[in-house]
T-cell receptor
Framework: DADVTQTPRNRITKTGKRIMLECSQT?????MYWYRQDPGLGLQLIYY???????NKGEISDGYSVSRQAQAKFSLSLESAIPNQTALYFC???????????FGPGTRLTVL | AQTVTQSQPEMSVQEAETVTLSCTYD???????LFWYKQPPSRQMILVIR??????QNATENRFSVNFQKAAKSFSLKISDSQLGDTAMYFC????????????FGGGTRVLVKP
């Protein structure tokens, strides 16, 4: 079983709809991250969380919100989706004192 | 703020040959890590190799090696004996330890290995 899972893997939605992307991990890591990847570009950080009560904005947080429901779960929400939020979204985890981030398989989101 | 620049959008290489990908970065921090990630068509992000900034010795992982030039802030990746399965996007990334281990990515280099 994968250590970091994301649901859904693919989603098509319409402008103005609210959508939630979910991330779960079984690695026991405290730190979790949400990244966005636009076509042909690198990943940009949206939000990150060091534990359930510690949530921080990344480089491109406008239009997004997050919820850390438990150590193992970190959700990303688009309150009112717009077409330029069409992208590939990655969740990642990292343990305290570890230098590596472990990525989920990604969610491809299309906003029409 | 940190920046990572990959100046080669695409590169092609013949199977069994060697290819080198360039990466430059900018940071005022001294305690950081550098990474190369591979993203094949499956879109999974796969760690290829890591380098700790305080280590002078260049990291190697099988057919993958880096040339880390700290003063020049350069971190290139060499793929030796290229295989068809190496075809992918490759991303250089910088992690600042004091900044919560957040990763800053370059724009990527697409590598095509030709048979």
């Amino acid at each position: 079983d994968a250590d970091v899972t994301q649901t859904p893997r693919n989603r098509i939605t319409k402008t103005g709809k609210r959508i939630m992307l979910e991330c779960s991990q079984t690695k026991g890591h405290d730190r979790m991250y949400w990244y966005r990847q636009d076509p042909g570009l690198g990943l940009q950080l949206i939000y990150y969380s060091f534990d359930v009560k510690d949530i921080n904005k990344g480089e491109i947080s406008d239009g997004y919100s997050v919820s850390r429901q438990a150590q193992a779960k970190f959700s990303l929400s688009l309150e009112s989706a717009i077409p330029n939020q069409t992208a590939l979204y990655f969740c990642a985890t990292s343990g305290v004192g570890r230098d590596e981030q472990f990525f989920g398989p990604g969610t491809r989101l299309t906003v029409l | 703020a940190q920046t990572v620049t990959q100046s080669q959008p695409e590169m092609s290489v013949q199977e069994a040959e060697t290819v080198t990908l360039s990466c430059t970065y900018d940071t005022s921090e001294n305690n950081y890590y550098l990474f190369w990630y591979k993203q094949p068509p499956s879109r999974q992000m796969i760690l290829v190799i890591r380098q700790e900034a305080y280590k002078q010795q260049n990291a190697t992982e099988n057919r993958f090696s880096v040339n880390f030039q700290k003063a020049a802030k350069s971190f290139s990746l060499k793929i030796s004996d290229s295989q068809l399965g190496d075809t992918a996007m490759y991303f250089c990334a910088l992690m600042i330890k004091a900044a919560g281990n957040k990763l800053t990515f370059g724009g990527g280099t697409r590598v095509l290995v030709k048979p």
